[in-house]
Each structure stands twice: as C-alpha cells, then as structure tokens.
C-alpha cells in the first residue's frame, strides 16, 4: 500500500498532473486498502489525481476485490469551486443547438420550463455531453424502474410515461424551449458555436451566492473578520501603513493546485480611484495570475469608454477592467461579457492577448474530438485578427462598457482631453442593475 506523500502534497511538485505517456513515474496510482461492499472483506482502492486538458482536475478510482472478483470504477471531479456562481439560458429554437456540448457538474440544476422539468443538483454525477445526451440521459433515468411501476402502480407508470413522451418529443424542436443549467460552483459550461463572437440565443449570468448554496457546496463561511478588524484596531496601523503594505495569505493554484502564496495591495491610480490588486505566483508551474477589485462603491452611472487605435503604441496604455465591465471590438464582431477574466489592471495588449489564449488557446471545443475543422478555422482566424490589432495593422475600435463606473483606460493626454478616446455616462438599465444586486439594496428606512 502506497500514501500520497506530504512531499507531495506541500512540496513543489503539482497535486493534479496531465496525463502523459512519457513520464511512468507521474503516472503512478495511489493504493489504499479499502473494505469491500459486496463481500466485506478487505479488497484496494486504486486513485489516480490526474488533470484533463482544457477542463479541470479529476480523481479516478477503481476498487477492486480479490475474494469475491467485484469491481467499481467512479470518477470524481476534484476542481476548484469558482468565486461566483453561473446560470445559463439556452433559447434551442433548431436541432443544431441539441448538438452543443454540455460541462454539467454534479452541484448544477437543470431545468426546462416549458415541460414542467427539473433535474435537481447533487442526484446526478457531473458529465461531458450535448443537449440531446441530457435528455437522452433523464430519458433513461425515469425508463429504468417502468416495469416495476407498472406492476405496482400502473397510475404512476402512466403519468410517467406521458411525461417521457414529452421529452422525446423535445428532440423532435417542433416548438422552441428553453434549457437552463444553473451552477453555484461555476463549473459548469454550455458551447457556443458563435464563438467568439456574440450568441443571440445563450444568455450568461454571473451571480454570488447564497448562505444556503455556500453550504451546499461545503463551503465555510468566514467568522473570524470581526477578530480580525479588532485586532487590527488595536495595533496602531494608520490607513497609510495599511496602504503601504503587501499582505499575503496561503491559497492554491487555479492551475496545478499546488500551495500558492496570494499578494495584495491597495493602489491608487491617478486620476481614477482606489482599487484592490491581487497576484497569485505558483512556484511549482509557473503560473502566474493578477486580480483586481474595486476599492470603492458602485458609480450612480455607467461607463463606457471608447478608444480608437490608430498606433502601436496605443497597446501600452494602462487598463483597468472590473469584473462588471463588457469589453466590446465592434469591427470584430466580438463581445466579451461581464465577469469573463475577472479583474485586471494591466495594458491593452496584455488584455488583447488573455482574449486571445482564453478564446483560442484554452477553449476546450477546439481541441480533441469535440472539435470541428470548421469552428477551429473561424478561432484560429479570430486569433490572427488579435495579433494584427496588437501589431497595429488593423485599426478597430476597442470598447470598455462598465454598468457599475468601475473600469478606466489611461488619458495618454491627461490632464487634457484624449482626442482618440470617448468617455460616456448613462444611466443603467434595470436588467443591468438586476444584475450588480442593486435592485435588491435597501439603504433607507430599514
């Protein structure tokens, strides 16, 4: 029997690798003596912590016993859980929309209002399919126990059935519907062949969520920050110290899951405001990764700033894109939305270029058998057109729209005005104010 070492775990090397077939040695299972549910002797359990390119980390185990020969095989997903949680709305109008793949982790629920239908969250395990394999799949599901039913309640057996004759019927996209999958983990994912530019039937929401969901997830809840406030109270920091000062805190890597350490600080950028910058550095694959917050409340208008790029140089400006904040090329057809890369404070290239690995490079439909010569033709020619914009040889219009005023793109002019730059406030809508929770918000009277 053979332990996943603690050098393993809190060293340099990565807990989850990809799979490869030159290293054996990467490749080695973990063997854990285990009791065996069919004959209650002791049997082994064999797991596997691998990593499956362009998805997530996954935990592989096989039982198997030697008295009685029973086997079972189970795959976990080992990922971590996403800061927000993600609700998709698919509007399937054609039977090519039954043929988008499908990430469905096992915390996401699944509806389809126009049948009455809903898979909730935890009964099914996480799978890679298509719309018409999750149907295909509930399907199957309510046909395993009809013979009993029939013979046991025949009333039950029928509405049942009825019911089935429904959702065969949904593959048959006589009438539209609509398909939602709702995760709090946000791991869950729906193709868009439009990619990368805007899919009129595929609306995506970001949300936080619940105490209820949080704990559904086994997630802790924080109640240490009111010790915490006291103990920084007494310690005599003024607010410039605190602003001065690099705070770290443990973390893992969102790539290999190996211990990191996390830096923040409070910056202040000139002629804008304050603001929270995260950096994540992992030492055992090199992974790097910056976040920013806002340091102050939701503006009482929108903004959205418009930068025409006539040089190169316009690529090394300074950039801050909150995580409300849509980035729009209008030439280009292509819309990024809200909470897509999170915060950043970086230059306009080095935003231009995460669009281009998060479309190009690390989408997961454009690679192994799931990919189509077609759809991978339309990315790789949407990835030249990046490079020819950061090159400088395509001029476009580059669009930062914020509904909560958080998000700025350096006056190369300032203080004067920017005569390549146009910034506009509005007034938010009430869908944009339904999602930053402010609909919600009660500051008077309560």
């Not at 969102?254 to 923040?264: I, K, S, W």
């Amino acid at each position: 029997m053979s332990l996943i070492s603690e050098e393993t775990v809190r060293g340099s090397k990565p807990v989850f690798r990809e799979l490869s077939a030159e290293d054996e040695e990467q490749q080695q299972p973990t063997s854990i003596e285990s009791l065996c549910m069919n004959c209650y002797k002791n049997g082994v359990t064999r797991l596997l912590l691998t990593k499956i390119p362009f998805f997530k980390e996954i935990i592989v185990s096989s039982f198997t016993c030697e008295d009685c020969n029973w086997t079972n095989t189970d795959i976990q997903s080992a990922g971590r859980i996403c800061d927000q949680g993600v609700c998709y709305t698919l509007k399937i109008s054609s039977k090519e929309d039954l043929n988008r793949e499908v990430v469905k982790a096992d915390s996401a629920t699944t509806r389809i209002p126009e049948v009455d239908f809903e898979i909730p969250a935890f009964t099914q395990k996480g799978a890679l399919s298509t719309i018409e394999g999750l149907i295909d799949r509930a399907i199957a599901g309510l046909k395993q126990d009809q013979p009993i039913r029939k013979v046991t309640d025949p009333d039950v057996a029928e509405q049942i059935e009825n019911f089935i004759k429904k959702l065969e019927k949904l593959k048959d996209v006589s009438t539209p519907f609509t398909l939602i999958i709702d995760d709090p983990s946000g791991n869950s994912f729906i193709e868009s062949p439009c990619a990368p530019h805007t899919d009129e039937a595929l609306t995506v929401t970001q949300y936080q969520r619940t105490v209820q969901q949080d704990k559904d997830l086994g997630l802790v809840a924080d109640d240490l920050v009111t010790e915490e406030e006291t103990a920084t109270d007494k310690s005599g920091n003024t607010i410039e110290d605190l602003r001065n000062e690099v705070l770290q805190f443990n973390t893992n890597c969102p790539e290999c899951n190996a211990p990191a350490t996390t830096n923040m600080k409070l910056v202040q950028i000139p002629h804008f405001k304050e603001v929270v910058i995260m950096a994540t550095n992992c030492d055992a694959c090199g992974h790097r990764t910056n976040e920013v917050k806002s340091g102050g409340a939701t503006e009482p208008l929108g903004t959205r700033i418009t930068l025409r790029i006539t040089d190169p140089s316009d690529m090394t400006r300074d950039l801050l894109k909150s995580e409300t904040c849509r980035v729009i090329i209008p030439e280009l057809e292509f819309e990024l939305g809200m909470a897509v890369l999170g915060g950043k404070f970086t230059t306009l290239e080095g935003l231009l270029n995460d669009i281009k690995e998060l479309i190009v490079e690390k989408n997961p439909f454009t690679a192994g058998d799931s990919t189509t010569p077609e759809r991978s033709k339309k990315l790789q020619e949407f990835g030249k057109q990046i490079q020819e914009v950061i090159a400088g040889r395509l001029l476009v219009h580059f669009v930062l729209d914020d509904p909560a005023g958080n998000s700025y793109l350096q006056n190369v002019y300032a203080p004067d005005q920017d005569p390549e730059m146009k910034i506009e406030r509005y007034e938010r809508t009430f869908e944009q104010n339904e999602e930053l929770g402010i609909n919600d918000m009660q500051t008077e009277n309560y």
